[in-house]
């Protein structure tokens, strides 16, 4: 088992910056690819951001991929999202998630864990 918490969601403004993170805690961190996934009211839970589990690989989705930096310490068991440019399209709820298999990283159904979410609100 492998739990994970998110941290450093909040409020803000459109243009700045945030950094989310996700510690883990159980089994061994580094063994995991982890992923960032987001989801808005009434819209499905949709792929952000991953990253292999040496850190050597990272994923985008289309939508954040100039905007977003996906990291890794498998050190201290945590992962970070950093977000620039903020856009009210940000605002959502986002979730860690951490990848036991191999195959696609895009896919929320692929993961075996996930946190409980922490919410992002973008203002104009």
């Known amino acids: 088992q492998v739990q994970l918490v998110e941290s450093g969601g909040g409020l803000g403004q459109a243009g700045g910056s945030l950094r989310l993170s996700c510690a883990a805690s159980g089994r061994t961190f580094g063994n995991y690819a982890m992923g960032w996934f987001r989801q808005a009211p009434g819209k499905e839970r949709e792929f952000v951001a991953a990253i292999t589990w040496s850190g050597s690989s990272t994923y985008y989705a289309n939508s954040v991929k100039d905007r977003c930096t996906i990291s890794r310490d498998n050190a201290k068991n945590t992962e970070y999202l950093h977000i620039n440019s903020l856009k009210p399209e940000d605002t959502a709820v986002y979730y860690c998630?951490?990848?036991?298999?191999?195959?696609?990283?895009?896919?929320?159904?692929?993961?075996?864990?996930w946190g409980q979410g922490s919410q992002v609100t973008v203002s104009s």
């Open positions: 998630a951490a990848k036991v298999k191999g195959g696609s990283y895009y896919y929320p159904a692929l993961y075996d864990y």
